[in-house]
């Protein structure tokens, strides 16, 4: 099982332009995740899927939309990118129930300039 | 709405010695708890959970922590650190009921001095 895999693993942005980060897990989860990392801030969540079809909004939603039109697929979207979301992008899964962990992808480091 | 807060940003401990990184909660409902490293450049990966069974839970690589309802905390500890638990450990909480996501603390960074 390769697990969660997250492409890219790099990605350089003008400010402005769009792109989209996929996510895939072989695991057969339900529920997913997109977070972002910053220096000091911990992980942030920016929003999260309870199985296809379904999506909700994290902590911190505004710039970014997602999909998730297969289970095994979770698509996070920038619409028009930003200096501020420069960051490092972490994706996450887990089967569904509380006390289950979280299996979490490689990360994918966005720069925007 | 529950919260977590890890204190010290960064935690050096000489190699051999105790490693305690320390992490408060709060939760309005029994909480379950998660301990996760982050060794550089890499994803998260799971030390140990508490789920309201034994309030001393084991994990991997020597790590352990301990549930502490009275004092809202969730301390991790190891007797003794090796340099290869320099990383970063960021502690999380979530209810007992229901799926609400993970919420993280904001890490605290791990220096091990040979």
């Known amino acids: 099982n390769a697990g969660v895999t997250q492409t890219p693993k790099f990605r350089v942005l003008k400010t402005g332009q769009s792109m989209t980060l996929l996510c895939a897990q072989d695991m057969n989860h339900e529920y997913m995740y997109w977070y972002r990392q910053d220096p000091g801030m911990g992980l942030r969540l920016i929003h999260y899927?309870?199985?296809?079809?379904?999506?909700a909004k994290g902590e911190v939603p505004d710039g970014y939309n997602v999909s998730r039109l297969k289970k095994q697929n979770f698509l996070l979207g920038l619409e028009s990118a930003a200096p501020s979301q420069t960051s490092v992008y972490f994706c996450a899964s887990k089967q569904g129930g509380t006390a289950y962990e979280q299996y979490f992808g490689p990360g994918t480091r966005l720069t925007v300039t | 709405a529950q919260s977590v807060t890890q204190l010290g940003s960064h935690v050096s401990v000489s190699e051999g010695a105790l490693v305690l990184l320390r992490c408060n909660y709060s939760?309005?409902?029994?909480?379950?708890l998660f301990w996760y490293v982050q060794y550089p450049n890499q994803g998260l990966q799971l030390l140990l959970k508490y789920t309201s069974a034994a309030t001393l839970v084991k994990g991997i690589n020597g790590f352990e922590a301990e549930f502490k309802k009275s004092e809202t905390s969730f301390h991790l500890t190891k007797p003794s650190a090796h340099m290869s638990d320099a990383a970063e450990y960021f502690c999380?909480?979530?209810?007992?009921?229901?799926?609400?996501?993970?919420?993280f603390g904001k890490g605290t960074r791990l220096s091990v001095i040979a």
């Open positions: 999380a909480v979530t209810r007992g009921s229901g799926n609400t996501p993970l919420v």
């Open positions: 939760s309005s409902v029994p909480p379950y």
């Open positions: 899927s309870v199985g296809e079809g379904t999506t």
